[in-house]
C-alpha cells in the first residue's frame, strides 16, 4: 500500500488542476470535502461517467492533450445525446509512478482549451496511483429542462433516421493509428487519425433538437450496434441504406481502395456523431436545427415495427453484418 | 485495444447493476446515454469522488463485499462532511479478466445493503477492462440547502475542536491486515480490521451539523493531516490534547502494549470520522446533534491564532507528529 507524497499530491492538485476550477465558485478551489452545484430552477442534472485505461482504449504513449480531449469529449457527447448543456465535470486520475517531462501540463492543457470550447469547468475529483497503467476517470454534468431530456426509448415505426457529421474515421482512425492503411495519402491519414484521437462532440445540435426528435443517441459502440440500441429501447426495429451513410473523403479512399471496410466502419466505434430519430412532421425542424448547429445531418433510414436493425447495401441486398461494436455501462 | 465482450459486458450490467438503479426512475435502468437527477427546490448538488485501486488502497484479495462498501462509504463519509443527504451514486469499474466466482454478486450485495442503509441509489457508470489490478471509481450525490453546505473554511480562533467515534482503529486494522498487531485478542484483532475494512460515514450527524458547526472536514488523511486541512483553508492554528483523542478498547489495548502506536493513530487514515469546529456558544447544540445523531462526540482541542496544529503529550509538551497521511484530490 503506498500512496504519491503527499506534497507531490496536494501541490499537484493546487498548481495544475485548481486553475482548471475558478469559473465554478462551488468548486471551492479543490480544497473542501466535496464541491457544490447549483441547478438552474426548472431544470434537472444530466450525469454521465466514462472510464478509459491505457492499453484498453488508447496507447500509452498518446499525446497527453489528446487523452484528456478525448475522456472529456466522450462524455460531453453523452450530454448532447440528452439534449443537455455542458456545466461541470469531475476527474479521476490513476497515475503511474513515471509521467514524462510535461506530461501533466499537457494534459491540462488540453482541458483547459476544451473547457473554453465547450463552457464547462472542472469541479473536484481524486487522484491516486495507478497500480500499473495509466487510468481516467470522468463524471460530467449538464442541464436539461426538467423531464425535457432526448432519450433513447421514444422511436416510433415510421420515424426518420438520421445521423450527424461523417461514419467510420475513428474506426479507420483506429487503423491508421495501428500502422495500416498505408495505402492512403498522408493527409487522409493525419484527418482520420485525428477524428479517432480528438473527437467532436454535437453539444450544440443535442440542445437544438430538444423538442423535435424522438429519440437520440451519441454513436459510441458504433452505427449499428447504438441503433440497435435505440430499437431495443424503443421495441421497434430500422432499416438503413449503407449507400446513404455519409463518409468523409479520407473514407471514400479508403473504402474505394478496400470495399471490405465499409463494414468495419459500419459497426467500428468511436465515432461521437448523433444518431436521432424523428418523425417524418418533424423533418423541417430537424434540418433546422442542424443547420443552425452548423453540422451536416443525413438521413439513413427509416424506423420500422418489429425488432432489429437491417442493413441494405446499394443492390438492396441485406447486408450481413457481424454485431460489431462494444457496449459501454 | 481489447475490451470485454459486449453479451457480457450488457448482460453484466443488466444482470448485476440495473436493479441497483431501480429506486430512481432518472437512472432510466441503466439503459441510457447519461441519468438525469432532479434537485429540491432550494436545495444544490453536493458532488465527490474517489478512486481506488487494488495494492494501492486495497489488497487484490480483499472481499469484494467490503471493496463496494469501502469505496461507497469514503464518498458518503465526504458527503456528511458538508452535511448533505445522499441521493446518488455513479460507479466506474475497470475489471481484470479473471475475477473470482461470485465476486461480482458479493461486490452488488455489498452495495445493495449500503444503498438500503443510507438511502442511495445506483444511477450510471462505467465498466471497462482493466489494463491490470482492479481500479474502482465513484461520484456521490447528495442535497443540501442552497448556501448552507459544511465547509472547511468557517473555523475560527477560539472554536473548539471535537471529533466523532473513535480515532486511528482503522490504521491499526490496516496492520492487522498486514499481519501485525498479533499480540492483542482476537476479537480486538477482528474489530479494528472491521474498522479498517468498512467504515462508518457520519451521515446523519452531519446533516445536523447544518448551521452549528464553523467548520467540519470527514477523517480520511489522519486527523492530525485533517486538522491541518481546516487550519489552512479556514487560516487558523490548532492545538489539540492526545490524552482527549477517544480511543476504543482495542485501540487502547494496543496503545497499551506499544505506546509509540499512539502517534500512528492520530496520522494514520481512514478513519471517516468528522472533524468538527464550532464556537463555544455553539456547544450545547452540538452536542444535541450527536445525541440525536446516536454519535459520541469528544471535545479534543481548541482553534487558535496562527497557523499549523500542535498536539499536546499528556504531560503537557508538545508532540513532535511527522506530516502524516496522505492527501486526496
Known amino acids: 500500500m503506498s500512496e504519491p507524497r503527499p506534497d507531490t499530491e496536494f501541490d499537484l492538485i493546487q498548481r495544475h488542476f485548481a486553475p482548471l476550477s475558478a469559473a465554478e465558485t462551488g468548486a471551492f478551489a479543490l480544497r473542501d470535502d466535496a464541491a457544490s452545484l447549483a441547478v438552474a430552477s426548472g431544470h434537472e442534472l444530466v450525469i454521465t461517467k466514462d472510464m478509459m ?20 469529449r466522450a462524455n460531453l457527447s453523452d450530454l448532447a445525446a440528452m439534449g443537455a448543456t455542458p456545466r461541470a465535470y469531475a476527474l479521476g486520475l490513476a497515475l ?11 494534459f491540462c492543457a488540453g482541458l483547459a482549451a476544451d473547457q473554453a470550447q465547450f463552457g464547462i469547468t472542472l469541479i473536484g475529483g481524486d487522484t491516486i496511483a495507478a497500480p500499473d497503467a495509466l487510468t481516467l476517470s470522468l463524471t460530467a454534468f449538464g442541464e436539461v429542462p426538467a ?38 495519402s498522408a493527409a487522409d491519414r493525419v484527418a ?10 454535437r453539444t450544440e445540435l443535442g440542445q437544438r433538437l430538444l423538442g423535435q426528435a424522438s429519440a437520440a443517441i451519441d454513436i459510441s459502440d458504433g452505427l449499428v450496434a447504438d441503433l440497435g440500441h435505440i430499437c431495443s429501447v424503443s421495441q ?11 463518409l468523409s473523403a479520407a473514407a471514400k479512399a479508403a ?19 448523433l444518431l436521432i430519430c424523428a418523425p417524418t412532421e418533424a423533418a423541417n425542424g430537424i434540418v433546422q436545427a442542424a443547420r443552425a448547429a452548423e453540422v451536416a445531418l443525413t438521413r439513413i433510414g427509416t424506423v420500422t415495427e ?5 442493413v441494405l447495401a446499394a443492390d438492396g441486398e441485406e447486408m450481413r453484418i457481424e454485431q460489431g461494436g462494444y457496449r459501454h455501462f
Chains 1, 2 share one sequence.
Request: hydrophobic content about 40%; some cysteine.
Open 53 to 72: 485505461a491505457a492499453g484498453v482504449h488508447f496507447f500509452a504513449d498518446d499525446p497527453p492533450g489528446t487523452l484528456s480531449r478525448k475522456i472529456l
Open 306 to 310: 418489429g425488432a432489429g436493425v437491417r
Open 147 to 184: 423531464g425535457r431530456a432526448l432519450r433513447r426509448s421514444g422511436a416510433n415505426g415510421g420515424d426518420d433516421i438520421y445521423v450527424s457529421g461523417t461514419i467510420g474515421d475513428a474506426a479507420l482512425g483506429l487503423l491508421v493509428a495501428r500502422g495500416q492503411l498505408e495505402e492512403l
Open 96 to 106: 503511474p509512478d513515471k509521467l514524462a517531462p510535461g506530461w501533466l501540463e499537457d
Open 255 to 273: 473504402c474505394s481502395a478496400t470495399p471490405s471496410l465499409l463494414a468495419h466502419m459500419l459497426t467500428g466505434g468511436d465515432d461521437y456523431e
Open 236 to 246: 421497434v426495429g430500422a432499416q438503413i441504406e449503407a449507400a446513404l451513410v455519409p
Open 192 to 201: 482520420l487519425l485525428a477524428r479517432y484521437q480528438v473527437p467532436l462532440p
